[in-house]
T-cell receptor, first 112, second 112 residues
Framework: QKEVEQDPGPLSVPEGAIVSLNCTYS??????FMWYRQYSRKGPELLMY????GNKEDGRFTAQVDKSSKYISLFIRDSQPSDSATYLC????????????FGPGTRLSVLP | SAVISQKPSRDICQRGTSLTIQCQVD?????MFWYRQQPGQSLTLIAT?????????ESGFVIDKFPISRPNLTFSTLTVSNMSPEDSSIYLC?????????FGQGTRLTVV
């Protein structure tokens, strides 16, 4: 079993739809959870990060972490064509030296 | 956050040759990280580069194949040596904040 699992997609939705992106993980030591957006031919850019369980909202984006289920989600409301990108989840344990573990990314297309 | 400049952004190289990728950060950082991103796969950490000491390589990566320099606190290079088509990938430079990782725009390498 991989440490972090993520459906690679591709996922196609119409403009304005609510998008749900998810990752599951196996290491209960993970405490920090991040979502990155990567446009084609660009490096990943940090969208959101959360610490431990709970929700965090930033504009149209909501990140959820359920540590009991080892499951994290990113919701995108009112999706736009500019949201078309690959979304990677990432996580790590406590302590500065802890390695980041990334999911393979979900490719999202928002169709106008 | 950190601004990371990486070059070249892309290159097409002949097998058996070497390519050196440069990474410049806009602030001093203790550690710089080099990742490989292959299509449909998670970001894989190649090595951690500390200023003033030898880089630390992850399992499956060796110094002879991926020599790294770290001459100061804002700059690092990764060389991909004796390239083969299997080395075709995106190579990313990264630094870390308190909790997050930040990335350069990546170098897309194609070996023919």
């Amino acid at each position: 079993q991989k440490e972090v699992e993520q459906d690679p997609g591709p996922l196609s939705v119409p403009e304005g739809a609510i998008v749900s992106l998810n990752c599951t993980y196996s290491n209960s030591a993970f405490q920090y959870f991040m979502w990155y957006r990567q446009y084609s031919r660009k490096g990943p850019e940090l969208l959101m990060y959360t610490y431990s369980s709970g929700n965090k909202e930033d504009g149209r984006f909501t990140a959820q972490v359920d540590k009991s289920s080892k499951y994290i989600s990113l919701f995108i409301r009112d999706s736009q064509p500019s949201d078309s990108a690959t979304y990677l989840c990432a996580m790590r344990g406590l302590g500065y030296g802890q390695n980041f573990v990334f999911g393979p990314g979900t490719r999202l297309s928002v169709l106008p | 956050s950190a601004v990371i400049s990486q070059k070249p952004s892309r290159d097409i190289c002949q097998r058996g040759t070497s390519l050196t990728i440069q990474c410049q950060v806009d602030s001093q950082v203790t550690m710089m990280f080099w990742y490989r991103q292959q299509p449909g796969q998670s970001l894989t950490l190649i090595a951690t580069a500390n200023q003033g000491s030898e880089a630390t390589y992850e399992s499956g990566f060796v110094i002879d194949k991926f020599p790294i320099s770290r001459p100061n606190l804002t700059f690092s290079t990764l060389t991909v040596s004796n390239m083969s088509p299997e080395d075709s990938s995106i190579y990313l430079c990264s630094v870390r904040g308190e909790t997050e990782a930040f990335f350069g725009q990546g170098t897309r390498l194609t070996v023919v």
